[in-house]
């Protein structure tokens, strides 16, 4: 057992199979499930340390992927209600972490942006991922990892034509 999941046998690398049996689909998904509190808890400490949690890091990180976003762009790659996304972006707006702009354009749309610090702890979070992250696209190599993306995008609903 590892991390509180069982370990269920594995496949042969590079086997594919154009069925899919139920235990692959959940053994896919349970790895998605660990890769991504591993992810998290490389976070942990630093943002605890900020009395910041999940959704605090989120929202750095795609402000920062995603500078001048607006609160709706926000709401929609969150899935999150208004309240809880508003409770959140307050935080992080006293905390000086963030700031919110007119759009010059048009005065009432508000775009979102890092504040120096904001970039800082931002940089601080990302940098523990990324090095995890860049270890296991090495190892698995230049297919595996667009494999992989083209599996994510089409579990976000992303990919053209499926």
Do not use: W
């Not at 490389?42 to 001048?68: K, M, V, W, Y």
């Not at 929609?76 to 702009?101: C, P």
């Amino acid at each position: 057992m590892r991390d509180g999941f069982s370990a269920r046998g594995q496949d042969a690398p590079g086997q594919a199979h154009l069925y899919l049996r139920e235990e692959q689909l959940r053994q896919g998904y349970e790895a998605l499930l660990r890769a991504g509190r591993a992810l998290a808890r490389l976070c942990d400490e630093t943002l605890g340390e900020q009395n910041l949690g999940a959704a605090h890091h989120r929202c750095l990180f795609l402000i920062a992927s995603h500078p001048a976003i607006t609160m709706s762009g926000l709401l929609r790659a969150l899935h999150i209600s208004k309240q809880s996304l508003n409770r959140v972006l307050q935080d992080l707006t006293e905390r000086g972490l963030i700031e919110r702009r007119s759009k010059p354009s048009d005065r009432r749309l508000k775009l979102l942006y890092l504040t120096e610090a904001g970039q800082a702890l931002e940089g601080r979070l990302f940098a523990l991922q990324r090095e995890r992250l860049t270890q296991a696209y090495l190892a698995s190599g230049g297919p595996a990892v667009e494999g992989f993306r083209r599996v994510l995008a089409q579990l976000d609903g992303e990919a053209k034509g499926g």
